[in-house]
């Protein structure tokens, strides 16, 4: 099988040439990549066999353990009501978009965007896209902005969409679907911020992407180029780029939140999460620090649990990405 990767090639078609030929010194570097990726492939199983959440995350069906860390947090604070629009940044595997799901029931809409493919639970609209790309937030507003307009203005009746009880006039009159389709859509694009107060809740899950530089090949689903879950082990580096994501999602919170609407989101601790709380501070009626139960501890995450939205409070511009 021909290698794919350019340099790669010119290495192996010189192997002749050399006595130590670049081939194998390249098959040995990826052999001993694969063996430190499988000691870590077989730490990680046996942390989780004795991990009683994430047993019981298998037994009751959730996507993984962190749905219990998101549970443990809307107990305490209330977060989730029947009817609610949430959305999930960062939603892969979806643990937390089913938890919004089932605790949004009945009328609830949940909307989920990640940067990695994952199959969305039952009922929850996602989006694979880069959430940092302005033109994937501008498509997720628009996206927000039309069900919220189903919401407010439910289509009508079958019966009466269908026209029946009108007069053949009436019929004639009336417009199409698709003259209504585009006039909805005319409507949200003609809006400044089509998608402004009308989100609920705003969670915010991710974590700092890096750079992928290997396995290319067998890695399309497992680790992709960029995630936006993935950490490095580097505290200082995780923390850095933890607050980057949260000021991102803060700003789209403070763009789209409902005035008492709520938001949460993940962060690695360090020097920085203090002036970021200053910020949720001057936009939120109560701020709280959270590392919930079934967060591990050796782990430096934890979480903002920002509640009731204030009204008319913007982000000032020096907290803007």
């Keep these: 099988m021909a290698p794919t990767n350019p340099n790669f090639v010119l290495s192996f078609k010189t192997c002749s040439v050399f006595i130590c030929p670049p081939c194998l010194t390249a098959t040995f570097c990826q052999t001993s990549r694969h063996a430190r990726w ?42 989730f009501k029947p009817g609610q629009m949430v959305v999930d940044l960062g939603y892969a595997p979806g643990s937390w978009s089913q938890v919004a799901q089932e605790r949004t029931r009945p009328r609830g809409r949940v909307i989920g965007i990640d940067l990695i493919p994952a199959q969305p639970p039952r009922g929850v609209a996602t989006f694979q896209g880069d959430f940092l790309s302005p033109m994937v937030q501008k498509l997720v507003k628009e996206f927000i902005a039309r069900t919220w307009s189903q919401q407010v203005h439910p289509q009508k009746e079958v019966s009466e969409a269908d026209g029946e009880g009108e007069g053949e006039g009436e019929m004639l009159d009336r417009p199409s679907y698709i003259d209504r389709e585009r006039h909805a859509s005319e409507e949200v694009q003609g809006e400044t911020n089509p998608a402004a107060s009308s989100v609920d809740v705003v969670l915010s899950d991710m974590s700092a992407p890096w750079v992928q530089t290997s396995g290319y090949m067998s890695n399309t689903l497992t680790n992709p180029y960029r995630r936006l879950m993935n950490t490095s082990g580097v505290a200082f580096r995780d923390h850095a780029g933890s607050m980057d994501l949260c000021t991102a999602a803060l700003q789209f919170a403070s763009d789209t939140l409902k005035p008492g609407g709520h938001f949460v989101c993940k962060f690695y601790q360090g020097t920085e999460d203090k002036k970021f709380e200053g910020k949720l501070k001057r936009l939120f009626g109560k701020v709280f620090r959270e590392k919930p139960e079934s967060s591990r501890s050796e782990s430096k995450e934890a979480y903002f649990i920002a509640l009731r939205r204030k009204q008319g409070v913007l982000l000032e511009p020096e907290d803007t990405p």
């Design 38 to 79: 499988s000691s870590s492939n077989s730490r990680w199983k046996q942390r989780q066999g004795g991990d009683m959440f994430a047993r019981d995350a298998k037994v009751q069906g959730l996507k993984s353990r962190a749905a219990f860390k998101l549970l443990e947090m809307d107990s305490k604070h209330r977060l």
